[in-house]
């Protein structure tokens, strides 16, 4: 059930170079500029020293917001490759936000889930590629 009141979530994992984050509610252009400077923050943090990292965006309770709303959260997002994330996975976006995100898809590897557990999957399943050998290779 898709709550209107609005909140939001910011998680980095350190260790396993991910940003977790999750939109819900109703968002005022306060909030979501308040959301955006978290998300900026984090991402700072977990590019230091030019690291690349990856995202999981939760937005299955994310009703459909205001243009406004809409389109500063569209910059959050096209900010994100700047910043140093390589591979984004959403969760649940409904498909107006996915119609939305098509420019920030030429910048970064992104795709949209139904689960979290999909999303996971797909966003880690590049750390679990073997390293070419250096000598071999």
């Known amino acids: 059930m898709v709550t209107l009141a609005p909140s939001y979530t910011v998680k980095r994992l350190d260790r396993e170079r ?57 910059l959050a997002h096209e900010a994100a490759p700047v910043l140093g994330m390589e591979r984004l996975a959403l969760v649940g976006a409904t498909v107006l936000l996915q119609q939305q995100y098509k420019r920030v898809r030429e910048k970064l590897t992104l795709e949209f889930f139904d689960s979290r557990g999909d999303a996971l999957n797909w966003l880690r399943e590049s750390d679990m590629r073997p390293m070419p050998n250096p000598i071999t290779a």
Do not use: M, Y
């Open 18 to 74: 991910e940003l977790h984050f999750a939109l819900r509610g109703l968002f005022s252009l306060k909030l979501a500029q308040e959301a955006q400077s978290a998300l900026v923050h984090e991402c700072k943090a977990l590019s230091a020293n030019g690291r690349k990292f990856k995202g999981l965006g939760d937005l299955s309770e994310l009703p459909v917001q205001t243009r406004e709303v809409s389109e500063q959260i569209r």
